[in-house]
């Protein structure tokens, strides 16, 4: 009997996120209540707020599915690259194919970007999310071989989440067709970013290691050693 049970809750807590998913893309995410997705998945109010006790709730939820349906495929494709650019172009694209359903919330979304804002990815309510996200980077960067100085090297991975989180800004808001400007912008800035990962290894830059060492810790605090 619980187990029936559980399973009920769970159809019905998946039927209204993806009820308020819909909400949110025809009515925008500011605009849209908790009335109006419980009515579009046929529950009543308060069963909304049972399972979702704010729309920022629902949001978090979204973030939590959309990573865990991502992971699979992601996982496999770093699997089968070789390379740091083939590891880096499919966590990317990956993700543009996946939320391209949801462009349009993940546009309203990006207002929040405020640290202190609960549903910031540079938050700590999304911390979690945000360090899976950038271990994806930390496992492509090792299994890519990458060489970096002491100094520097552990900050790697934050530093292509941060240029992903770029990417995904400028996606939200391209409206050239199909978002072609930021596929070719991704294409561009990734070979760019490659160069730089690659002569940054080149000893002559020694000098540079220990003040950019310094820069990072300065930027990202006093927990990477």
Known sequence: MPRTTSAKS???RARILQAALRVFRERGFHDATMREVAAAAGVAVGAAYYYFDSKNALVMAFYDESQAHLIPAIEES???SRTLEQRLRAIVTHKFDYFAP??????????HIDPHHP???FGAGTADIRNRDVAFFARSVSDSGV???PSIAPYLPRLLWIYQMGLMLYWVY??????ERTRQLFSKSLQIILFAIKIASIPVLRPIYKP????L???YGDDIA
Do not use: C, K
Not at 212 to 215: N, R, T, V, Y
């Open 212 to 215: 950019a060492g310094e820069l």
């Open 78 to 80: 770093l699997a089968h």
């Open 10 to 12: 769970e159809a019905t």
């Open 102 to 111: 949801n462009r349009a919330l993940m546009s309203a979304l990006s207002a």
């Open 119 to 121: 549903l910031s990815p």
């Open 174 to 179: 391209d409206d050239s067709p199909n978002q």
């Open 147 to 149: 060489h970096l100085a």
């Open 217 to 219: 810790r300065m930027v």
